[in-house]
């Protein structure tokens, strides 16, 4: 399986959803990127398989520290396709899988109840 863009970079990490459709990656540029799988590896074949290109770019302001799929998470349902992502100085992001969108933000809060980061 080969990543076809334009762009060079160097990604840092991927995730597969629990669902098994679809990888998540997170890059040098700040972005999670998500890839569908090739119909054809759900057939277990794994000659000529299409390069694949990100159907969907969510942008962090900051170093991205980690990311990771709601649990339960199933393509039949897009209301479960989310995925939580915490970047440098920012707060908790919550996105949507299937259209890219933010869905929410989680602000952390030290002892006194003040907000840690600046977004």
């Known amino acids: 399986m080969m990543y076809k863009s334009a762009e060079l970079l160097c990604f840092y990490s991927m995730k597969l959803a629990p669902d098994g459709s679809c990888i998540l990656t997170n890059s040098e540029d700040q972005c999670l990127r998500l890839f569908n799988l090739p119909e054809k590896i759900y057939n277990r074949e794994t000659q ?35 995925l939580a992502s915490t970047s440098k100085n920012n707060p908790v992001h919550l996105w949507d899988a299937f259209t890219g969108e933010l869905r929410c933000t989680y602000r952390a809060y030290d002892q006194s109840v003040s907000s840690i980061s600046d977004f």
Do not use: H, Q, R
Not at 72 to 80: E, V
């Open 48 to 82: 000529n398989l299409p390069p694949i290109d990100a159907v969907l770019k969510m942008f962090e302001s900051g170093t991205i520290y980690d990311y990771c799929w709601y649990p339960g998470m199933s393509s039949a349902y897009p209301d479960t396709c989310c």
